[in-house]
């Protein structure tokens, strides 16, 4: 899908003089995404015009799935997109395809989903509290779910489970979520690349919209997915979302806007002017309470960027998300786009992404405390988001105070309380965090053939 907009020669009718002061090295850009709700930032920068403020003409085309875009990133034909957290970093350190990716903007906290199908709901039923009103209690652990798992092993049958690519949030919180709840989701070797070793659920991938398909085909029995392919199961009748990874993790990480290392090397004002349009639309979609909400849904409803229904999109967009069909509760926060420091890029959210990696074996060997921190600050570039964060204030489009200017890349730790298992996570300390998580690799730990050696 493309959105090209025309006229060059009308610039400068589009450039105040305040923007006008950076001269941009590349001002015909073409950007890549998912069809997900969290692209949103894309969308609203092109629609409200904040792109051509800055004297960028934009075009965004949908990408077929992660590793497509990816590779249109690291070949030029994508300037940047809209990426899953853990590709900039995965590609830089050499996990798959290998290349030097950037991020100066963080997209979003939050916003993704568990969904089970109806059949494995009703199983996993009677293992859920219930609340005074006989509704289900929310978070549900996976411990609801290990019976299930076990009882399909005693019949033979896998139990199968989508994400949408290795290095993905998706992958990484699905596993949390079960190894949580007592469940192995399985290891990765550097010989085996499936990730399936000595696993009791199998995860494979699916792209985010064949979700609902292939969930109803009974391919797999549930799936982790941003939205709105999670409400979709439940306006199609055909799955139930379990938890929202709000709940695993209030306020987590999600995506990234990325870019070659080259292209910010080589167009440095270029690089400022997106991140400044991209933070404007952040704020837009924060602003007032979410006031802005109902028509950015309608925006991300068009064929061109996610396609859904607006109804579907809104059930989550909007402050609301809906579990069983009527079981709808207030999630104000499970789409963030601004707020609580959403869009600066911290190097703690990039060392989780590596603890993950290094955990299930996707990082083979151990590596000391000093090697998360080098490869978070190769990666991730809060001095870029920074500077522009200061010309727009400068220009008087953002506030002072919405910004940690002080801040040295970390965040505070999340604590306990706000974690599924109950486990605080300090990024300055990556190691000292992986020996507390009860299930995965730690210290010289490695995979050697299907076993654990160290």
Known sequence: MKKLLLGLAATT??????????????????????????????????????????????????????????????????????????????????YGTEAHIITPFSMDLNGNGITVSNEVWEEMKPNIPKMEDGRPQHPVSAEALAPVVEKYKSEGKPFNMGMVFPVSTHNYEL???????????????????????????????????????????????????????????????????????????????????????????????????????????????????????????????????????????????????????????????????????????????????????????QIAEAKPDSWYDEVAKSVYKPEIYLEAARLLVDEGLANEADFPWESDGYKAPTPAEDIIDGIAYDGRTPNAYLESLSIGLKGDQKIVGSDVQG
């Open 175 to 361: 596993r949390y979520w079960l190894a949580a709840g007592g469940l192995h989701p399985g290891y990765y070797s550097p010989d085996n690349v499936t990730g399936q070793i000595g696993a009791d659920v199998f995860l494979s991938v699916t792209p985010p919209p064949q979700m609902p398909a292939t969930l109803e085909a009974g391919t797999i029995y549930g799936y982790c997915v941003g939205e709105p392919w999670n409400q979709q199961a439940v306006f199609k009748g055909i799955g139930v979302p379990v938890i929202t990874d709000y709940e695993l993790w209030k306020n987590n990480p999600e995506k990234v806007f990325g870019l070659n290392a080259e292209f910010a090397e080589q167009y440095p004002n270029t690089t400022l002017a997106v991140t400044k349009a991209l933070i404007r639309a952040a704020i837009w979609l924060d602003e007032n309470d979410n006031a802005n909400r109902p028509e950015a849904v309608e925006i991300l409803s068009r064929a061109e960027y996610v396609g859904a229904d607006y109804d579907v999109i809104a059930n989550s967009m909007t402050g609301t998300f809906e579990y069983e069909k009527g079981d709808k509760r207030e999630v104000p926060d499970f789409n963030v786009f601004f707020r609580y420091n959403a869009t600066y890029p911290f190097y703690s959210d990039a060392v989780w992404y590596l603890t993950q990696m290094r955990r299930w074996g």
């Open 13 to 94: 009718a589009f450039v105040s003089p305040a923007l006008a002061e950076l001269e941009l090295e590349k001002d015909e850009l073409t950007f890549g995404f998912i069809k997900l709700t969290d692209m949103a930032p894309l969308a609203v920068a092109y629609e409200n015009g904040y792109f051509l403020d800055e004297g960028l003409f934009v075009t965004l085309e949908a990408q077929a799935n992660w590793k497509v875009l990816l590779d249109g990133v690291i070949d030029g034909q994508l300037d940047g997109a809209h990426m899953l957290a853990g590709q900039p970093l995965a590609a830089t350190i050499g």
